[in-house]
């Protein structure tokens, strides 16, 4: 697999497109591939991901990766049988000085939409491109199927507590080298790097790089201080292209590396000098670019990061501004730079901490929907100031005085402030748990591991045990919790009070027996009861049903009676929730805008389930409460729920095989319902259809029975329709 260098506007942020534009056909080299055997190359996560998304085309479309796994082992292991031995970096946290995420997913927005649009009209391999150009505005997801996938092929990464470039030209530039070479984008040489790798082609057995010295060159011998300062001008993620440069009324050829070298070299080489005059556009407003300039360079100068030691800070720290946090956002304590590194945590939360902004972009679909708007603006909020709580509480108390707001795509003049002193301690809340394995050892199985569901369910569900688990002591008189098992256990426990299912004497609460009895009658597997609670929670927040939601979306049910229509949505939704049996290679199939949009709403609360629970588990190792002692930190990520996004693949499948059996006038006809199913496997390529189907329909059962003993948690109306459409239901099975 060939690992091309991304496009000219890359999703991931990555890249300078004058710079890649002007030196990859005149300055990048090609060389064999044996001349890097036995070397150790950093490769940064966000460059690398950008080659491996371009390979699944329909990715947007979906809201998510089916082959994401295989792709990067394909592509691993194909590096290492070079003879490479390989060390990824992710980015942390944000500096608060990049490109504006809420724009760029308006534009990928935008950009679905077209690719929809463009479907629609049978215009597929124009969608396709289409799609790849919208990119994934969400890529934590992506992230973490790759780290999932790294740690188990036992290939090396950290996450940086900023930017990974920075912490790449750390880990080359460090006397103890602990890698050879970098293997990234052009962004690289802004943070002082002498040589880059853009691309790694096994297929052909070659490398291309680009030599920092070679541009200095070509430049005309420019210094590096300046030949930073013609990078950051030309425009990147790290620093918007200096505005005058696209003036064609002043500059007809348009903006390039040449003309910004003259430029500067007018000034002298100070960027600094060229922003302060601007002697070419006085219409501009320079001034708020020249601030956002100067954080930039603070931010290249003095990037933090880890150092091989553990400790945490800038570079070059005897020359850097104290005020650099301002460039870069609030400190945290070490030890969560920690976790984040060892990937047990997500950056999210702690984001919103470090640069007092929740920011709450726009989805690939349904952003334009009152319903999704209501939901991450007002339903969402409560999740959101539980997790920032659990986060600042054990800290220093500075935390607790930060003010935090939110920022919403579709509303950017909303604040919604946050003020960590009204919220409720967590700590006392949640102190009656401190669950030893002796307690539960004898209930648990290989199916229901501690940090499942399903086992915190079977353990509180026994009168006994959990009036056994109720703990009274002081935190100075509790043992630590050591066992990974009793740590999950925990967690688990203090989630579900926190969502209401459980309460303080840790007995299930109504909502906690409509969970237990959805959980019950779900599958074994991770997917399925994360399914179900997903179900249970989208029930609460009156989102479970087939209301009307995404007007003029396609992909809707179009065929049947109103009734038809009426029950395949709901049906299809619920399926949204689960995991398509499907090969490890990139979706070729049918497409619904409605779904995804549907999707999005079911994402937005997986991930407040998943920040909730990070947040408990950061907590409980904050609090002094767990021994910190161990090497597990990413294995205790993995093992809790929600730790990876479902795509709406199932749900098209689902609605695919409904809508075409009600063009029938018999679709009630076991004969014509197998001759649908294997008509439609053909639709969806790749996928075991029936088997799809039949998982589809027990994530079904599973939520309709909870229905059915939610009593009048649910309207009687509802339950009528609910009764109606499994009547439906069992005659299309």
Known sequence: ??????????????????????????????????????????????????????????????????????????????????????????????????????????????????????????????????????????????????????HEIKVPFIVAPYSALGQLVYLEQSPSQFIDAVLGSSELFCFGIDKVITRISPETSQFTWIKRQ??????????????????????????????????????????????????????????????????????????????????????????????????????????APDDTHLCIGVRLPEELYMYLSRGMVRPRVLNWLTTGTVLITQPLAGGDSEVYQDLVKTKLDPLRRQALSLLSEPIHRYYHTIAVTTRLSFDLKNEGLYNMKEQPLMKDLLSSWNVKLDSFK??????????????????????????????????????????????????????????????????????????????????????????????????????????????????APGHGTNIDMRNAMLVSRIACLGKIRHEQKPYSGTLSRHLLAYQSMTSSIRSSLRDLLEMTLVALFLEGLVDRDRDDWMDLSLRLPFQQEQTCALGVLTLHYLDDLAKFPNPTSREL?????????????????????????????????????????????????????????????
């Open 1 to 150: 697999m060939a690992l091309a260098v991304p496009p000219a506007v890359p999703t991931a942020g990555r890249g300078i497109p004058l710079f890649d534009s002007w030196a990859g056909s005149k300055l990048a080299k090609t060389f064999d591939l044996t001349w890097l055997k036995d070397c150790t190359i950093g490769i940064d996560a966000a460059y690398f991901l950008e080659s491996l998304r371009l390979q699944e085309p329909l990715l947007s479309g979906l809201g998510g990766s089916l082959a994401l796994e295989s792709l990067l082992i394909k592509a691993v292991r194909d590096m290492q049988s070079f003879g490479l031995s390989l060390h990824f970096v992710f980015d942390g946290l944000d500096t608060g000085n990049t490109n504006d995420s809420i724009a760029e997913s308006k534009r990928a927005s935008e950009l679905a939409t077209s690719a929809f649009e463009q479907s629609g009209r049978g215009q597929s391999s124009l969608a396709s491109q289409t799609f790849k150009a919208a990119g994934f505005s969400d890529t934590t997801t992506l992230f973490e199927i790759m780290k999932k996938t790294l």
């Open 214 to 319: 070679d541009c200095l060159d070509e430049l005309g011998n420019v210094p590096v201080p300046t030949f930073v300062d013609i990078l950051l001008l030309a425009g990147s993620n790290i620093l918007p292209q200096f505005p005058p440069i696209s003036n064609l009324a002043v500059y007809p050829k348009g903006p390039s590396i040449r003309l910004l070298t003259e430029l500067l070299a007018s000034c002298g080489g100070s960027g600094a000098r060229l922003c302060a005059t601007d002697p070419v556009s006085k219409l501009q407003d320079m001034d708020a670019y020249f601030d956002r300039y100067k954080r930039a360079l603070t931010i290249v100068r003095h990037h933090v990061v880890i150092t091989a030691e553990g400790d945490v800070g800038p570079l070059n720290k005897e020359r």
């Open 442 to 555: 004898d209930v648990y199985s290989e199916d229901t591991p501690p940090g499942t569901l399903q086992f915190a369910m079977a353990f509180l569900e026994n009168k006994d045990y959990a009036a056994s688990s109720v703990s009274s002591k002081p935190k100075a008189g509790q043992e630590l919790l050591k066992d990974s098992r009793e740590i999950l256990a925990n967690v688990v426990y203090r989630f579900l009070q926190l969502r209401g299912y459980v309460n303080e004497k840790h007995q299930l609460t109504p909502w906690g027996k409509v969970l237990q009895e959805a959980l019950n009658a779900s599958g074994m597997n991770r997917a399925d009861e994360e399914a179900a609670f997903i179900a249970v929670e989208l029930l609460r927040l009156g989102l479970l049903n087939p209301d009307t939601m995404f007007l003029g979306y396609s992909g």
């Open 673 to 733: 319902q197998s001759e649908i199913k294997t008509k439609c496997q053909h639709a969806i390529l790749y996928s075991d259809f029936s088997a799809s189907l039949e998982k589809a329909f027990n994530i079904w059962d599973s939520v309709y029975k909870a229905v059915k003993v939610a009593g009048d948690k649910v309207n009687q109306s509802d339950r009528e329709m609910w009764k109606d459409v499994n009547g439906w239901l069992l005659q299309r099975k």
